[in-house]
């Protein structure tokens, strides 16, 4: 069974840092994008940054652009979300995902291509 389970989340005021962490198990996904998601409460999912199998492509939205850096580590089936200059706005439960099979980078920045989902951590930002 494939799980993924998202960790690092956490409260911190505006202008601080969090490192998300999303280890995966029962499959190795070194081949795929894998993608981070957030979700406010009263908001849609939204797309946060993906990663390419290898680590070198990265894709951001442009509402984090600049502040957060997605990386991977497949030795250890991990992906990362370093997260810096946290605003108020950045609030949400924050998703990691990753896809059964090979995906696009634009089909990565959308919520339908992945099939496997963590449980979410909570990241709080104060202002």
């Known amino acids: 069974q494939v799980q993924l389970v998202e960790s690092g989340g956490g409260l911190v005021q505006a202008g601080g840092s969090l490192r998300l962490s999303c280890a995966a198990s029962?499959?190795?996904?070194?081949?795929?994008?894998m993608g981070w998601f957030r979700q406010a409460p009263g908001k849609e999912r939204e797309f946060v940054a993906t990663i390419s199998g290898s680590g070198v492509r990265t894709y951001y939205s442009d509402f984090v652009k600049g502040r957060f850096t997605i990386s991977r580590d497949n030795a250890k089936n991990t992906v990362y979300l370093q997260m810096n200059s946290l605003k108020f706005e950045d609030t949400a439960v924050y998703y990691c995902?990753?896809?059964?099979?090979?995906?696009?980078?634009?089909?990565?920045?959308?919520?339908?291509?992945?099939?496997?989902w963590g449980q979410g951590t909570q990241v709080t930002v104060s202002s």
């Open positions: 995902a990753a896809p059964e099979g090979v995906i696009s980078i634009v089909q990565a920045m959308t919520s339908k291509p992945y099939d496997y």
């Open positions: 029962g499959r190795t996904f070194s081949s795929y994008y």
